[in-house]
């Protein structure tokens, strides 16, 4: 067990609605980082939040949106889904320095049908 | 950008076998780190090993070690004694240091090897 938690496990919804996925660090970790896990792109970097703050963007799309809360917990907002937005969506995090290695909670598998 | 390169989509090794999977790195860095991460059916992204580019002694864990070649930009995983547990997709990655220019904590991830440990 990493200590990494996500919610949901698993979410199915329909093209054009919205969703949030949830994700709590382990404890003392102050760094949330967001990947999305697809078969043709492989593992994508999302976005980074460090204690509160946005660190890093990656390949995030404009639908897209997060934001680290003060208790350090994550959300991941995905709206008007789309079909190519399935995907497993995993959220990690560090201790916040640059070489600490990151720790993945179990993902969110997403499937817009 | 940095990138990273799996040439080896899926390999098999027999159980206590000895396989290698192989990695190979693009970047103009110089201070980075290297890392290891392995993914089981369960789909967990669990960390293998992780190298440090300054240093010249290559990483291992326990059964897991590492072929760093610095100059030739290769970061290579030996696994001794293959477990059935080791079944899983193994990703490289590459963190570089965010304090020198273009360089950022994502971690960039190659398009990892599968490799079934067969009894």
């Known amino acids: 067990d990493s200590g990494v938690t996500q919610t949901p496990k698993h979410l199915i919804t329909a093209t054009g609605q919205r969703v949030t996925l949830r994700c709590s660090p382990r404890s003392g970790d102050l760094s949330v980082y967001w990947y999305q896990q697809s078969l043709d792109q492989g593992l994508q970097f999302l976005i980074q939040?460090?204690?509160?703050?946005?660190?890093a963007k990656g390949n995030i799309l404009e639908r897209f949106s997060a934001q680290q809360f003060p208790d350090l917990h994550s959300e991941l907002n995905l709206s008007s889904l789309e079909l190519g937005d399935s995907a497993l969506y995993f959220c990690?995090?560090?201790?916040?320095?640059?070489?600490?290695?990151?720790?993945f909670g179990n993902g969110t598998r997403l499937t817009v049908t | 950008a940095q990138t990273v390169t799996q040439s080896q989509p899926e390999m098999s090794v027999q159980e206590a076998e000895t396989v290698t999977l192989s990695c190979t790195y693009d970047t103009s860095e110089s201070n980075y780190y290297l890392f290891w991460y392995k993914q089981p059916p369960s789909r967990q992204m669990i960390l293998v090993i992780r190298q440090e580019a300054y240093k010249q002694q290559n990483a291992t864990e326990n059964r897991f070690s590492v072929n760093f070649q610095k100059a030739a930009k290769s970061f290579s995983l030996k696994i001794s004694d293959s477990q059935l547990g080791d079944t899983a997709m193994y990703f490289c990655a590459f963190m570089s240091s965010p304090f020198t220019l273009g360089g950022s904590e994502k971690l960039v991830f190659g398009k990892g090897t599968k490799l079934t440990v067969n009894p």
């Open positions: 990690a995090s560090s201790v916040g320095e640059w070489n600490s290695p990151l720790h």
């Open positions: 939040y460090y204690n509160g703050e946005e660190r």
